[in-house]
């Protein structure tokens, strides 16, 4: 037993001997690499940090030099670095600075607004901006965009710190409060202008203008409201621009850049009439811009001295026409009174002179005076009764004339095939008497005065009926027809007709072109031209001596928004 340990000892330490220089060997070579590993590990890290210290002294470099305010602090808001800009707006030096809490850099009111606001929230891992003005040292004051920035540091990627970084804007944030001012400025003016601006966006190589801004005027004088207009085409707004003129001045002035004037021009469509005047330009940004001005008051108040003048015209004439009658007209009818008053004054004397005579017998004197009374006496008194009935009827008329100037006007749109089948109604017996071929063709309506129309036209029926050829069949026709804004009627017979040259004063005051044909004051065509000039209309005649009239009456056929 002891024999066989024996030997296994042996063997054992045979072994060993032989694989202990192996084993040495090897752990010899593996040092050997292991520190060739490590010795270049070393320098690796040595240029490793070589190279971080480079890149930090490259990093501080741009921080220090960078415009931008730049401040790294921790969970305890103590600064652990901050760049010189930064540091010198504080009238400090940086190092000064780094170590101290942020509080006593920039106050405890504003940095517990900071810390609540904008920090708390960076350490959670938010990111914050803000813009506020900073007030510093001497009174300074800058305006700062303000970045608040967490920042994690490697392997756990927990935050270590905030960076705050603020850039000043002051430049641009004053420029903005200038431009905010000029706009304020500028919409005080475009919405407080007296007159009417509007702005149009050019689309489609200047065919379509669309509307991006309405001042208040503007809004006031088309009676609408900016937001029914913009991105709308001018066009299907306000669809008279056309006819206006005014479109074609927008593609002018966009085609050639020249501001143009569009004269004092009435744009009418089927919401608004108006007069106005447009100045028209165009601005650098390629819009259109049209100022306009509402003078439809001023028109309104020149078309009433028009029409003044036009009335003390006619006054005038009138009243020209009144004294000739008053000193012509009237005047016969007193010679008569007064020559016949004397031939009464005559006779009465003669019957005093033969009652004074006592040589005459009673028959002899009651034959001579009831000759002088059925005779001379009646004569005299017929003539003044005829002188007084003529100035009667003279006075009548005149004072029917002016009554007329005086009534009221109530328009509105008349049927006139109705009117005048009521007209023809009331002369029927007159046209069945006289065996008369009255037509009444379709007709356009008018607007005017219902009373007044009535009396227009049932003086010219009155009229064609009178002055019908007495032996020949009587014709009349009525027809009508449009023109623009005006409807136009004829009253048409087969009458005695008018002498060219008589034309004109067939419508003077009591003038009477034929008196052999019926009766009447002469007043019937002064009476129509005087209602229809009232009526904003016309009356004319046609004719040829025996071959009878058409009087034609132009009446408006549509109310005139612009004045009515």
Known sequence: ???????????????????????????????????????????????????????????????????????????SYIILSINDVCASLFQKNSNDIVGYPLSQLIGDKLFQKFRTEWIDPCLSGQKQTNSMWFQFPNDRSIYLDIYFYPIRIAPD?????????????????????????????????????????????????????????????????????KEQLLNKNVVHVYPGVIEFGLYDVFKQVWKTGEPHYHPISLYKDEKLAAWRDNYVLKLETGEIVAIYDDITERKRL?????????????????????????????????????????????????????????????????????????????????FILKSISKMDSLLSGLLKLSRLGRAAIKKSMLNMNQLFSNISAAYEYHIRSLNITLKIKDLPDCYADDVQVNQIFSNLLDNAIKFLKPNDQGNITIWGYTEQDQSIYCIEDNGIGIDPNHQEIIFEIFHRLDPEFGKGEGLGLTIVTKIVDRLNGKVWVNSELGKGCKFFVSLPNKMDKSFD
């Open 1 to 75: 037993m002891n024999a066989l340990f024996g030997s296994y000892n042996g063997f054992f330490c045979l072994i060993v001997i032989c694989i202990l220089p192996i084993v040495i060997l090897i752990q010899a070579w593996r040092y050997k690499k292991l520190k060739k590993e490590l010795l270049t590990r070393e320098l690796n890290l040595s240029q490793v940090t070589h190279g971080y210290q480079k890149e930090l002294h490259i990093l501080q470099e741009i921080v220090s030099k960078i415009q931008d305010l730049i401040v790294y602090i921790d969970h």
């Open 157 to 225: 990627n927990e935050i270590s710190g905030v960076v705050i970084h603020a850039r000043d804007i002051t430049q641009i944030k004053q420029s903005d409060e200038a431009f905010l001012k000029n706009e304020i400025l500028y919409h005080s003016l475009f919405d407080n202008m007296k007159s009417g601006v509007a702005i149009y966006r050019v689309e489609n190589d200047g065919q379509d203008f669309i509307f991006i801004d309405y001042n208040h005027s503007a809004e006031k004088m088309d009676n609408t409201k």
């Open 302 to 382: 020149e078309f009433a001295q028009q029409r003044l003048n036009t009335m003390l015209t006619s006054k005038n004439k009138e009243l020209e026409q009144i004294i000739y009658v008053t000193s012509h007209d009237l005047r016969s009818p007193l010679v008569n009174i007064q020559g016949f008053s004397k031939e009464l004054e005559y006779s009465i004397k003669e019957i005093e002179t033969h009652l004074s005579q006592h040589h005459e017998s009673i028959e002899q004197l009651k034959d001579t005076i009831l000759l002088i009374v059925k005779k001379d006496i009646q004569e005299s008194l017929t």
